[in-house]
């Protein structure tokens, strides 16, 4: 062997800034490149004529992470446009802070109006919940969705689910509520609770809870839903009909409530967050929709939500 | 009241920002100038690079310098970077016999055609904390180098071009043929098409290409430890420059637009009985930078998935392609940091109704 | 960062037109307006939904008679989209109220890729001569709120046309989606998920 030494690398530039680009415009509007915009919009259509089915695309990575809301993000630029008013809720919460990061990050790259007011906003993004307020037509939600195959929960393999799919075979998740059943007496699915769209598709629904998916069910405004890490769109139209699975002698129950209201504005009928107080320990509960709950107190709105099958037993 | 506090918004977050600002420079020390990190890091520039998917040594140097040396991080930061920029055409395809080499060996063979290259490597240098270089003088160590060039000078120059260690297996019909995109004729684009499964092997490539080095390494060790069956030998292990040839829209001719450092790993291993005849299969390994450990990871990784029925985790195609992205796996790590109390309530609510039914089940268990 | 909140003209027009066509699609049947770039008639409508879906990453097809060439010519300088083969395009337009037969020979996707199903562009006249036929469809499915269904706001297809998209997309959710398109701008869409009677 002959050690030998290597030749020189390349000079390097006299100046290492001259090779960066020049830091004026360095991003464009909505911070995805027109190819990028295309293509996703390409695929929501996709996604809207195929209720509930996953469309593939090719996400692109964005200034936060993925996992952290890249999959709404790269729909709400996609879509934005100077005329749009921006709402971002992550828990419900406007002000919770990845709402407020993402809020931040898009006025930055458009100079978009945002707004906490549900009715006024026309782009909504979610983390996790649908607004108690009803939504309009002409309203678009976009959901941020961390695991978009509602069969992973059965099958890890994503050729054997994209098959499942392709045949309707559903039966494994059917067979797995069944056994919650036997098991526990009780279907055990807490949020992400499947639910069939258009009579044909098996759906995530991100994980909102079971509370939100009546709302899903021929709501008036456009669900889109995006997993940036998992690559995948998908969309309920208007008017679509969306079941959560259940059996005829073991229906489909929301979350339980009863007899509870929130502490802050007095309203029933509204998901609650529980809050365990430091000092005493005791709980209280709160409207998760922070937006609601403001104007419920500023009594601007009906003390009711819009009343979503709450749990009789 | 622990989560309330992760309301609280904008003010919060931009505290946040400028706190890391404080970790990131708010020492004593002089501040790193990028030129600094992409010469004297340049390993860990390299590893941006390649993670980043962006060969730019300046913005990886400026991102690692952001990250404070964050390697996901930055890889990260410069990835995003990435997404912004348009795509303005394809290069030429480039065949690696043709590259710069700076370094070559291969453990196949005791001598092969044009020599065995050592290059820069710490592999024969004992790993002694070397106290020198805490006080280190620019005059001496300046003076050393130039020494060394000196001394090199000397030797005979290097080849234009190392032909490849494994054409010789191939020549002697000793290899089996495997094809860059397998049965599809077109090559992948990773960036532009979510994956399917199969995924042609353009996509596989692609994907190891721009995989996280830990991720890939300890997938890949899994496999050479025994939870596989990839007995694998170096033969070639390159890292050197690569031209960029680029086909001038306006005359029509191939220029050369720069160079890129890459590390190309090539192994060689046995087909199992139940592969098919006795002959050899290649496992293919190229990445941005100088990075061996990865390139050899990453063609024990192409070679491990090659068989058929997978038989541990590094040879199914699906889980290791899926999960050997950083940023992917590092942003959906952390997302758990994220308040999760909506689900959390709903959680809630399935186990206070189950524990409230009567007569529950006896074998029943948290 | 730097922030850039302008839009360009055209990226402004293509958002703006794309918000409609994604209402088209999610409002079956209903009719929405598109903002067609100038000089482009008779088929600016047609020309601004390519302008705002179709680039160098997709393959195109145009059907039809005499005029097809100007609609191709068009849509290549607006785009930099390919022309394919109708059989394997992504979009197929027909620079005409029917495909003769065309729209059976798109693609219409896989078990496992649905989705990877044709896109048809009809281009309509501004002025048709039948436009009672409309009354003979129902539109169900989703995006409709009526589950008695509604009659398509647009007139001037013919109902063989109809007939076609029913036969194409029996075998759901394999199939191709349509838009329908006037000189005037007009736009209305009918998604493979809409069940269409045809009386
Ligand atoms: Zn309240």
Redesign the interface.
Known sequence: ???????R??A?PAD??D??PPAEG???YA???E??KR?IRRRMLKAVAIPGCQV????????I????G?GGLQLTLALIGPEDVLKVI????D????A??IK?FVTRVTGVAVTTDTAAATLIQT???IPEEPLRPNQLLIFQV?IPEPLRLVEP???ET?RMHAEADYSRMWLYLYEDIV??????????YPVLVNRRHLMDPS?????DLPKLDRGEALFLFCAG?E??IYAVPPYTEVQPLAFEDFAFRV??FAGRRCARCGSVGT????????ATGRRTYSC?D?AFCEKALRGNSVKEARPSGEDRA | ?G??A?????A??ENAEKFSEVRRAGGDATLLQ??QI??QLHLAVDRVMGEGSLYAP??A??AFKQAAGDTFEAA??L??Y??????LGYSEPVATEGM????RISAAFKDIPG??????TPDYTLRLLDFELQDESVSQTRQRIQQ??RD?ER?QP?PERFPKVVEMLRREGLLVQRHASGEDPGLA?I????????APRSAQLQTLARGETGGMLALAYSNMRGYGSVHPVIGELRVG?LPVPFKNPRTGSVECIG?V?VTEAEVIARLTAAEGSARFSLGYGLCFGHNETKAIAMAVLDRAMSGGEPAAPSEDQ?FVL?HVDG??S??????YK??????F???????R??QA?PG??KD?QP | MREAHSMNHDGRRSQKNYRNLLQALSRPGRVVRLDGPDGVLPFAAAVALAECLLDS?VGFCVIGNGSAQTLQTAIAGATGARTERLEAADFVFFSEAGSRGGARLAKRGGP??PEDGATLVYCLESQPAVVRDRFRVRLTGPGIPESSGIVPEISGIPLEEFQELVTINADYPLGVDAFFVRPSGEVMGLPRSTRIQVR
Request: glycine share 6%; with cysteine; proline share 8%.
């Open positions: 062997m002959t050690p030998r030494m290597p030749s690398a390349s390097p290492w800034r090779s960066l360095r991003y464009s911070f995805l490149d190819g990028a293509e593939p695309f090719g996400s692109r990575e964005m200034p992470a993925r996992g952290w890249t992550d828990q419900g919460a002000d919770s802070v990845n407020v990061n931040k983390r996790h919940r961390p393999s994503e050729r994209r098991k526990f007496n009780e279907i055990t699915v807490g949020a992400r994980p909102i809870p079971r509370w890490r690559k995948r979350e339980a998901y609650l967050d529980e809050v365990i107080d430091d998760s922070t | 009241m989560y309330v992760v309301r609280g918004g904008a919060a977050i990028p030129e992409r010469e300046d913005l140097a400026l990260f930061i990835r995003s990435r997404t912004t920029l348009p795509r710069r080499v700076i370094r020599g065995q290259i050592l290059g820069p060394l060039l090199t030797l290097l684009d960036t532009r098409q979510a994956m399917a499964f199969p420059f160079e450092q699906e899926t940023i992917e590092m942003g959906f790590c952390n997302h994220l308040p999760h109390y909506v689900t309530q709903s959680e809630l609510d399935r186990l109704r189950i039914r529950r089940p029943e | 990453e496992e890729s």
